[in-house]
């Protein structure tokens, strides 16, 4: 019920202002820093921002790093080590500032910030490869002792 009155006050062009309660955006986004949410407005977000979206009854903010075909994006949380696709209809808004539990007020939604948000959505792109990659050996010793193989 909270998900829909939110999502209705943004589509009203309202901004919604919400406590981060997870560490996956960190240090950007702590817990219990304040995070305001402003809408699409109709925009396909771009790699660096961050976006809220749903998943089931609750609402994720975590960066885009790229984008897909159809309005889908490939999201990570900045403190994760890998992220997922994302499809369009889930994306709710942008994050467009934050407030830290110490009082710091960083605004998402200027030129600057989406320099800086381009450049940490490379970085956190970078880190997702580098552990699917890592992972690769271990996945392999699993399906070799699975007995999947093809005997050729």
Known sequence: MLV???????????????????GSMRPLL????MITID????RRPRPGWIVVFTRGETLVA????????????????????????????????RVTAVVHPDGTHLALD??????IGRKAAN???RGDLKARLRSIPERIGQWLSSGRRNSG
């Open 39 to 42: 809408d699409l407005d109709g």
């Open 110 to 115: 200027t030129p600057e910030a989406d320099e």
């Open 62 to 93: 975590h960066r885009v790093l790229l984008r897909g075909p159809g309005g889908a994006v490939y999201q990570k949380g900045d403190n994760n080590p890998t992220g997922g696709w994302l499809r369009a209809e889930r994306l709710v808004g």
């Open 123 to 125: 970085e956190s792109l």
């Open 30 to 33: 702590p817990a219990d820093a």
């Open 4 to 22: 829909e009155t939110i999502i209705t006050l943004l589509q009203e062009g309202r901004s919604v202002d919400l406590k981060m309660l997870s």
